[in-house]
């Protein structure tokens, strides 16, 4: 909560959160610091009843749930260990998706899927439980987090355009990888406040 508390508290000073403020080179001669705007004050106010609200103890995700319930989740959708690897003209899959053929709404230049449920639950949810303090003071102060993290051994495959830097036309290139990406919000207007995990993927890069 102190965490969350002094970074609201920049927010309110500076216009943004996690800005440095250096006392030394804010005057030559004063002899105090200028008063947090009171506009700051609803918005500390909301950000730490949020903080709150979350609790301290981390959430234990149930992906299914998850998407079934929050309209934007496409944790399964779209990269669940299901949906088929290998492009098909018939048929949505993850190597198609890299050409933006039939099912998605545009071609990515990156597209995975789990190898499987019960690593995407163990690995998403350690994640959380490890950063669940980050996570929780992103939430209270922006209604979002974003990270990623390197698992140390295999979660998933799929393909990466090899020509995503304009060297040639679109190449699907196959691989494995390690790597996760995670997009967590708040639900909207949920009181008391509840986060949930809008993506959470194997990646082959992380940007």
């Known amino acids: 909560m ?10 309110g000073v500076s216009g943004r959160p996690g ?9 030559a001669g004063t002899t105090s610091q200028p008063a947090a ?6 918005m500390l106010a909301t950000a730490l009843r949020t903080y709150e609200q979350l ?15 929050n309209g934007p989740a496409h944790t399964l959708e779209r990269h ?23 099912g998605w709404e545009r071609a990515e230049n990156q597209s995975f899927r789990w ?5 995407m639950a163990r690995e998403v949810n350690g994640y959380i439980r490890r950063n669940w303090e980050t996570i929780r003071s992103d939430l ?26 304009g060297t040639g036309p679109r190449q699907a290139h196959y691989m494995v990888t390690s790597l996760v990406r995670v997009t967590i919000n708040l639900v909207a207007d949920s009181d008391p406040a509840k986060a949930f995990v809008v993506s959470a993927f194997p990646a082959g890069i992380l940007r």
Do not use: C, W
């Open 19 to 27: 800005a440095n403020i250096d006392a030394s080179h804010s005057g």
């Open 37 to 42: 705007s009171d506009a700051g004050e609803p």
């Open 115 to 119: 190898d499987d449920p019960v690593i």
């Open 80 to 102: 669940g260990s299901h949906v088929p690897l290998r492009r098909d003209p018939n048929v949505r899959t993850i190597e198609g998706r890299i050409y933006n053929d039939k």
């Open 2 to 11: 102190v965490a969350a508390e002094q970074a609201v508290g920049v927010k």
């Open 55 to 69: 609790g301290a103890e981390p959430p234990t995700v149930d992906f299914v749930r998850n998407d079934e319930e």
């Open 140 to 165: 209270a102060l922006e209604g979002r987090h974003k990270g990623h993290f390197d698992a140390g051994h295999r979660v998933g495959e799929g393909f990466i355009n090899s020509g995503m830097h």
